[in-house]
């Protein structure tokens, strides 16, 4: 595999379940980040890890968690979703120098969540 | 914190005919503007970028400009093909978080 992967493709859950989205990155960036998008609506970054600093978007509800065990991986746990929830998560990497210089963003192909 | 505009929504066009795509940004402190497209279906992918320290930038049959004076750049695709049509989003580099923030993304679609 190359580039990002995400898996599952697709996901359909309960408003009680709890599942978790995957991000792999095989480029040997520094950088990952979750992203959301809704129709008719700009991407919205929700999380970012940066040259191992964990930046958080105070407007992503709690019920939305984050984990990067180590720079290639990349998980969104999620429990107790709500409908409006639903929307394209996409997972991206870049190689951002120490200075905070931005490198190209490289997105996977994203996980279609429904929540019923 | 930065806030980005873009302009239109949606544009229609005939093969072999311009496009452009504005958008403006808040934060006089941004370096950074990347311009991605997404085929339906696909993945955003990077097609240009430019940094403050440059006014245009051109790549084959697609540039983009930067003004830093009225915080706006702006997305050429001349001699339109079909495959060019995608829905097209714009960002720039918030100057305090240094974190991407897009535009609403532009639907292009290029009549045959």
């Known amino acids: 595999e190359t580039g990002v992967t995400q898996t599952p493709r697709h996901l359909v859950m309960g408003m009680t379940n709890k599942k978790s989205l995957k991000c792999e990155q095989h480029?040997?960036?520094?950088?990952m980040y979750w992203y959301k998008q809704s129709a008719k609506k700009p991407l919205e970054l929700m999380f970012v890890?940066?040259?191992?600093?964990?930046?958080e978007n105070n407007s992503v509800p709690s019920r939305f968690s984050p984990e990067c065990p180590n720079s290639s991986h990349l998980f969104l746990h999620l429990h107790t979703l709500q409908p409006e929830d639903s929307a394209l998560y996409l997972c991206?990497?870049?190689?951002?120098?120490?200075?905070?210089?931005?490198?190209?963003?490289?997105f996977g192909p994203g996980t279609r969540l429904t929540v019923l | 914190g930065e806030n980005v505009e873009q302009h239109p929504s949606t544009l229609s066009v005939q093969e072999g005919d311009s496009a452009v795509i504005k958008c403006t940004y808040s934060d006089s402190a941004s370096n950074y503007f990347p311009w991605y497209k997404q085929e339906l279906g696909k993945r955003p992918q990077l097609i240009i970028d430019i940094r403050s320290n440059v006014g245009e930038k051109k790549d084959q049959r697609i540039a983009v400009t930067l003004n830093k004076t009225a915080k706006h750049f702006s997305l050429h695709i001349t001699e339109t093909q079909p495959e060019d049509s995608a829905v097209y989003f714009c960002?720039?580099?918030?100057?305090?978080?240094?974190?991407?923030?897009f535009g609403t993304g532009t639907l292009l679609a290029v009549q045959p």
């Open positions: 480029l040997g960036h520094n950088a």
């Open positions: 890890y940066s040259l191992e600093e964990r930046v």
């Open positions: 960002a720039a580099e918030d100057g305090a978080t240094n974190k991407l923030i």
């Open positions: 991206a990497s870049s190689q951002d120098t120490v200075s905070g210089s931005l490198g190209e963003q490289f």
